[in-house]
């Protein structure tokens, strides 16, 4: 026995009792996580690891909560508001754009950043059962690609 630990250090190596993370590391931008807050529509791009990513990249770009850039408004005037809260809109994919990986991704980490947001349980309920049973579906395994884009279609215009 003491050759075979010898031989395979790796195989016994003792295990530390560490406990596995339960919150996400990295942070959606300060715009989604404002919307989420505010229970409005997110897309599920802004959720996934290059959307992540990409707001872990802006954020470091950003000097101090109180940089202000100008952002247009729906009736043409300029306003004011956090440089954290805009977003460049060049890499967005849309919802039903999005790869099944990407999908996958975002509906995880969404659900996590929609309970901490304080979401009622039952809508958080009600996104992870629809989500569900769009992985779930038949069609997420087909072999037929317009199968497998009739779903994220699907759920990306609900």
Known sequence: MHK?????????????DVEVAA?????PS???????QQHKFCKLWYFTNEGLQEATATCLFTLDDDTLSFLPTADGTMTLVPTSMVQDKANI???????????????LCM???????????????????????????????????????????YQGNL
């Not at 075979?4 to 530390?16: G, L, V, Y």
């Not at 300060?30 to 989420?36: E, F, P, S, T, V």
């Not at 994919?93 to 509906?107: M, V």
């Open 111 to 153: 659900i996590a950043f929609m309970q901490d947001a304080g979401w009622d349980q039952p809508h958080v309920q009600m996104h992870i059962q629809f989500w569900s049973a769009i992985e779930n579906h038949k069609w997420h395994n087909s072999t037929n690609p317009n199968q497998q884009r009739a779903l994220l279609t």
């Open 93 to 107: 994919i849309e919802d039903e754009n999005l790869l099944f990986e990407q999908f996958s991704q975002a509906t």
């Open 30 to 36: 300060q715009a989604m996580l404002h919307k989420l």
């Open 23 to 27: 919150e996400p590391i990295i942070l």
């Open 4 to 16: 075979e630990c010898k031989k395979n250090k790796t195989k016994f190596a003792p295990i530390p």
